[in-house]
């Protein structure tokens, strides 16, 4: 069965270095998402991204953010200074198309900020 | 704007009760509702979903909800527990365009033997 995955399972990284996250999205799914959760907190929606372009953000996703689908089958999440508050649990997840509402979740990059 | 409320932070079973965890939305446009499953260290699961169809909707694991509009409601029911159903559930509303889906703060099942 396809499924979403996301490398590295775990990040470590000193305040201040950049970041990059990635995902691969199941194979023709077109719409893609990021999502953060704070270690013992809701699941937070960061951005969605469709035909080569963000189309949603919320106001987590601040300067220091970036997507990028850099070929057929990645996307990553960049975060470019990182700081202690952005240590979560970071998801990736995918979406068939306009009539397929629900998506499917990578198992999670555990980012920690020292 | 979209909100979602899980009433019950935590919520404790005996294994073969029903099971019944609430989730109320506020949506200014015709929600699309999910509940999803998130086990220990894992990723989240999709349970079930409501687009508009059939108000009430059944899932994997025997679980289902029913989506009431009078009450804005979605909650979700599972008529026995099983210890293997022990897990993080939460709530989630998506606009009409599905780009932005927001979360409930998540309800915590316990299932005692």
């Known amino acids: 069965e396809p499924e979403v995955t996301q490398t590295p399972s775990h990040q470590v990284t000193q305040m201040g270095q950049e970041v990059i996250l990635r995902c691969v999205p199941i194979s023709n799914h077109l719409y893609f998402y990021w999502y953060r959760q704070i270690l013992g907190q809701k699941v937070e929606f960061l951005v969605s991204?469709?035909?080569?372009?963000?189309?949603?953000k919320s106001e987590i996703f601040d300067d220091q953010f970036s997507v990028e689908r850099p070929d057929g089958s990645n996307f990553t999440l960049k975060i470019r200074s990182t700081k202690l508050e952005d240590s979560a649990m970071y998801f990736c997840a995918s979406r068939a198309g306009a009539s397929f509402y629900e998506q499917y979740f990578g198992p999670g990059t555990r980012l920690t900020v020292t | 704007a979209q909100s979602v409320t899980q009433l019950g932070s935590h919520v404790s079973v005996s294994e073969g009760a029903l099971v019944l965890l609430r989730c109320n939305y506020s949506s200014s446009v015709p929600p699309y509702l999910f509940w999803y499953v998130q086990y220990p260290n894992q990723g989240l699961q999709l349970l079930l979903k409501y687009t508009s169809a059939a108000t009430l909707v059944k899932g994997i694991n025997g679980f289902e909800a029913e989506f009431k509009k009078s009450e804005t409601s979605f909650h979700l029911t599972k008529p026995s527990a099983h210890m293997r159903d022990a897990a993080e559930y939460f709530c989630?509303?998506?606009?009409?365009?599905?780009?932005?889906?927001?979360f409930g703060a998540g309800t915590r099942l316990f299932v005692k033997a």
């Open positions: 989630a509303v998506s606009d009409d365009g599905g780009f932005k889906t927001i």
């Open positions: 991204f469709y035909n080569n372009e963000i189309s949603e």
